[in-house]
């Protein structure tokens, strides 16, 4: 193929079509038989005829471009084709996708080493933190770029072992144009933010969260939401309902289920700071666990999973490729049981002391007496296995711990007497009622006893004595109203009809 969509740019090869560009390989020369190998992103024609999304790609494609860093993908030009479409000049990752790796892996029967995972992604995570970082060249003042798309599709990982993030200007345009169509919305719930369904501003944390996701899928093989219906979707991630890390991989180390818990927090208090805290921690931990890992290691693996297309290309050496024995928490009923209850994530320190809580080898200063063994004939553990977690009180089997408990609970029946006396004379308010509002099309506003609260898809809590009014409001759309009874769940899928 030898179409040209802006003089220099020889395309030759379609690579991919997506939700909202066409990817081709191309090539740029010069004299002395100079040649350079990138790709272009040419906007789909649907997209390319909404005047806002165009200038919001315009300025984006221009902030992406001042993104320079060894993990992001670059963005090298910008233009128009000759139908006015779009396009960006961006770096060549020849290699596969994070998603293609894990869909591999699977593939194969195996699950991916927890070591390596750790090592692509803190590196992912310090490019979203140069990005995160950038300062405007002229003024100095922070441009807020946040990703607001992190997903296994657009972290790319090279045959040499570079890790990139890509595709910073298309998704934010996407987003801020409000041009998500509802196909491509299901695609991103999966990795929206709590803050995101609650339809509030979004921040960096949000590209912390969906690294988590991304970090939860490649471990568990698995996403941490249910995905049966957009409601059920939009509830689970506004409640942080998703099953623990470790029973899904009982072997995981502990640090790695403590950063996936951290990135998962519904509380932003208590989320993971930023993605350099998160680089950090994964850092420590594959530094903590065995022999470093290189670049040739990743390439080598790459290739395992995702073999060259050209003949010409040979894949690594088997001796590349590094061990695949991740350290395993030994007694996985104990980091079961040691879990945080769903949606419940770990306890956070200030960031400036926030990396040490992921060291593996890290045992708190007085350890809590060892559990006895489910079975008498069992040898009692000296020492917590490598990888599990430590530190977790257990005050029922201290001594003088069942005096405490009963005194608790004899205390907990005179408060529980003394609040039933009360409601006989003063009802009490029902409970929060959990709201759950899809539209179509996504992005209408919806508004709860008068007070709008978020576009949709939007989930939250709402209480109220009375009945709730619900209405789903949208330009050229009629209006959508109902009444719910208080204090009961109700999950609802609207679908707006043109005035």
């Not at 899928?217 to 309902?241: C, K, M, W, Y």
């Not at 208590?270 to 390439?299: K, N, Q, W, Y």
């Not at 996985?332 to 040490?356: H, I, K, N, R, W």
């Not at 996504?442 to 809590?461: F, M, N």
Request: hydrophobic share 45%.
């Amino acid at each position: 193929m030898t179409e040209r969509p802006a003089g220099k740019y020889e395309l030759l090869e379609k690579l991919a079509t997506g939700g909202m560009a066409e990817v081709f390989l191309a090539r740029v020369r010069g004299p002395a038989d100079f040649e350079r190998r990138l790709v272009i992103k040419r906007v789909l024609p649907s997209l390319a005829a909404e005047k806002e999304f165009t200038r919001l790609f315009e300025l984006e494609a221009r902030y992406a471009a001042l993104i320079e860093h060894p993990n992001v993908a670059q963005v090298y030009d910008f233009g128009h084709d000759g139908d006015g479409r779009p396009w960006l000049a961006m770096e060549y990752v020849d290699g596969a996708s994070v998603r293609d790796l894990l869909r591999a892996t699977l593939g194969r029967g195996e699950r991916a080493d927890a070591r390596l995972v750790a090592h692509v992604f803190a590196r992912a995570a310090e490019g979203l933190a140069a990005a995160h970082g950038l300062l405007d060249r002229q003024t100095r003042a922070p441009l807020h770029l946040v990703h607001r798309d992190v997903s296994p599709d657009n972290l790319l990982v090279s045959r040499v072992g570079a890790v990139k993030v890509s595709d910073f200007g298309i998704a934010r345009a996407m987003v801020m144009a409000g041009t998500t169509h509802p196909n491509q919305m299901r695609g991103k719930l999966r990795y929206l933010a709590p803050e995101q369904v609650r339809g509030e501003a979004p921040s960096l944390a949000v590209d912390v969260w969906a690294m988590g996701v991304c970090l939860f899928e490649a471990l568990a093989g698995q996403r941490p939401f249910p995905e049966d219906n957009e409601g059920h979707t939009v509830s689970a991630i506004a409640h942080g309902e998703r099953p623990a890390l470790v029973a899904l991989r009982p072997d995981c180390p502990a640090a790695l289920v403590a950063a996936v818990d951290a990135c998962l927090a519904v509380d932003l208090a208590r989320r993971m700071p930023d993605c350099h805290e998160l680089a950090v921690a994964l850092d420590r931990f594959v530094a903590a666990s065995g022999p470093p890992i290189t670049t040739s290691m990743v390439g080598a693996w790459v290739d395992r999973l995702v073999p060259p297309r050209s003949r010409s290309e040979a894949p690594k050496p088997e001796r590349w490729l590094p061990d695949l024995g991740t350290p395993a928490s030994q007694p996985s009923a104990a980091l079961v049981a040691a879990a945080p209850p769903l949606g419940d994530p770990v306890e956070l320190q200030p960031t400036s002391a926030f990396a040490t809580r992921f060291e593996p080898d890290r045992a708190p200063a007085t350890p809590p007496p060892a559990a006895p063994s489910p079975a008498a004939s069992a040898p009692a553990a000296s020492a917590p296995a490598e990888g599990a977690l430590t530190g977790v009180p257990d005050n029922a089997r201290a001594t003088g711990g069942w005096r405490r408990w009963v005194l608790v609970a004899a205390g907990l029946a005179l408060v529980a007497l003394g609040l039933g006396v009360v409601s006989e004379r003063f009802p009490a308010t029902p409970p929060p009622a959990r709201i759950v509002v899809t539209s179509t099309p996504s992005g209408a506003t919806v508004r709860l006893d008068g007070q709008d609260v978020g576009k949709t898809p939007w989930g939250g809590d709402w209480a109220s004595r009375a009945p709730i009014e619900v209405e789903v409001h949208a330009p050229g759309y009629a209006p959508w109203k109902t009444t719910l009874p208080p204090g009961e769940d109700a999950t609802l899928d609207v679908p707006l009809k043109r005035r």
